[in-house]
């Protein structure tokens, strides 16, 4: 079928909005999108337009840290080969060396920015985590180095003085002139709608695990950036690839708390309800297998004792070792009357980090002209089918100073001159927010179905059967709420969640292996022969 989105979500004429002109608009505020905006040239006008504000990315979200080959017993060819392993045979060979070759400088830079990494007398503590056959992870403060890295590149733009922040802005789309991108079309509280004209423009909004109702993410992630990708015609991939964290704490009522890997990393156990240490069961590797095979463990765990999670073990380790190495978990744990020196910490998957996104390459360039992308927004190739632990922090440093250098040079080679351009907009009248009988939507009530079909249905273990009935539902709530106009952030999000999460169930369905974080039960084996390649949409083709 085709998926029946309009171009824009809002009806809007250029002569009766304001307009703001700038070189360089950046979409998304969290370290990707603030390293694109270091990289700027000084003598370009920059726009940094975020959802929220700075501190609600998913990057100061991330507990493990960051993974570079730092240690000289290590080398790039270990972690190159750990990368490749864990993105099982999917990866793109030549941006997983790229990204992991520039690792070591990008996090030098952090350093010399001001970022407080943990160290061991003068030398970086270094962490391992699943999947690495090193200790290569920096950390900062124990379990909060997402926070100290965003603490670091938000102080650091500050001293930019051609880079300007709108936080508590939502981009609605993309304008779009002659297949190109001309900027973005932002809302704001009290001042509504902006045409913001940009030469060359910059997608880092991060990822998409609202769609789920077991994640990790902030409430923030809600596939914003790759639904307006698709609706102004950029190619995306890989939407079938959702990584799922094996170790989210789990107790009823309460929000979703990720467990870092690290504590794995630490040796603790993964145990179920009877106290027995399931992971050698499944791999070699115990508890430091890669996250897609802990996460089906844990699952399959759960399945054969009828148990609605599994539980951490570090009873065998140094409670103050461990309570010092990991503060914010140990005091999230308190909260709960759990002490992680002597009590199993109860745990079970959730999403976590989404691995398609829009297309790039090398650059971070798309295939939509002056659009360049980076981050967890992006499908970049370094992942593959299930993304290495600490990679992500990686890969938003190295692809945000590769789309922050490429714009600014294209920026720079335009002519001077910014204009207000014609764009693509609906000509139909589209339906109110009441047409139906006089009564609104239920928003919440839709979005809390989408997150509990998508959980149940499009988790971590697929089957054709469940993945059509998604599609069947989507496709519903997709006819009657796509088409309708909103005037506020609830609505259009849902809307951006019920685009992508319909392209998830159609990659999830065309893909009929089992690889990385795809799990079709119908389908167990990974088939190199026929399903050795990425799965693409563009808008205007059948899902």
């Not at 440093?397 to 714009?407: D, E, P, Q, R, S």
């Amino acid at each position: 079928m085709h998926l029946a989105t309009p171009r824009y979500l809002v009806p809007f004429h250029p002569k009766r909005l304001p307009h703001r002109f700038v070189d360089v608009l950046i979409v998304g505020g969290g370290l990707a999108g603030l390293r694109a905006a270091i990289e700027i040239d000084p003598a370009l006008d920059v726009l940094v337009v975020t959802k929220d504000d700075l501190h609600q990315s998913s990057s100061a979200y991330a507990q493990g840290g960051i993974a570079g080959v730092l240690d000289p017993s290590d080398r790039f060819e270990d972690h190159i080969a750990d990368t490749l392993e864990a993105g099982r045979n999917l990866c793109n060979r030549d941006i997983v060396e790229m990204v992991v070759r520039d690792g070591p400088q990008r996090i030098r830079e952090l350093i010399e920015w001001g970022a407080r990494f943990d160290q061991t007398g003068d030398q970086l503590d270094l962490g391992r985590e699943g999947g690495h056959s090193r200790h290569r992870v920096v950390h900062a403060n124990g379990d909060a180095t997402g926070r100290e890295i965003m603490r670091t590149v938000i102080n650091w733009t500050d001293k930019l003085p051609h880079v300007e922040l709108w936080e508590n802005a939502f981009t609605i789309d993309l304008l779009t002139h002659r297949e190109k991108c001309r900027g973005g079309l932002v809302w704001q509280s009290g001042r509504g709608m902006t045409l913001v004209w940009a030469k060359q423009t910059i997608l880092c909004t991060g990822g998409v695990g609202q769609i789920y109702r077991e994640t990790s993410n902030p409430e923030v992630a809600t596939g914003d950036g790759h639904a307006i990708a698709y609706r102004a015609g950029a190619e995306l991939a890989d939407m079938e690839f959702m990584q799922f964290h094996p170790t989210m704490l789990y107790i009823a009522g309460s929000s979703r708390t990720l467990i870092t890997e690290a504590v794995r990393g630490e040796a603790a156990y993964l145990v179920d309800n009877t106290g027995r240490r399931f992971m050698g069961d499944f791999d070699e590797r115990m508890e430091l297998a890669p996250r897609d095979v802990v996460s089906q463990a844990i699952t399959t765990q759960m399945e054969k004792t009828r148990h609605p999670c599994v539980y951490l073990d570090l009873t065998h380790l140094d409670g103050e070792h461990i309570k010092s190495r990991f503060p914010g978990i140990d005091k999230t744990c308190a909260k709960f009357g759990l002490d992680v020196a002597r009590d199993p910490i109860p745990v079970r998957p959730g999403a976590h980090y989404f691995i398609g996104g829009v297309t790039v390459d090398a650059e971070g360039r798309t295939s939509l002209e002056n659009l360049w992308a980076a981050g967890e927004v992006t499908a970049s190739g370094l992942h593959g089918a299930n993304r290495l632990a600490s990679n992500s922090l990686l890969e938003g440093m190295v692809f945000g100073a590769h789309a922050g250098a490429g714009a600014s040079q294209a920026a720079a080679a335009m002519s001077d001159e910014l204009k207000i351009l014609p764009v693509e907009n609906e000509t139909i009248e589209r339906a109110s927010l009441t047409d139906d009988g006089g009564e609104p939507l239920n928003l919440d009530d839709i979005r809390n179905s989408l997150k509990s079909l998508m959980w149940r249905n499009v988790g971590v273990e697929r089957v054709r059967e469940r993945l059509e009935e998604a599609a069947d539902n989507l496709d519903l709530w997709c006819r009657y709420v796509l088409p309708r106009q909103f005037d506020d952030i609830p609505g259009w999000e849902l809307q951006n969640m019920l685009l992508v999460a319909r392209l998830m169930v159609a990659g999830a369905l065309a893909r009929e292996e089992t690889r990385g974080v795809h799990q079709r039960t119908d389908f167990p084996d990974t088939d190199d022969g026929a399903w050795r390649r990425h799965l693409a949409f563009r808008r205007g083709e059948p899902v």
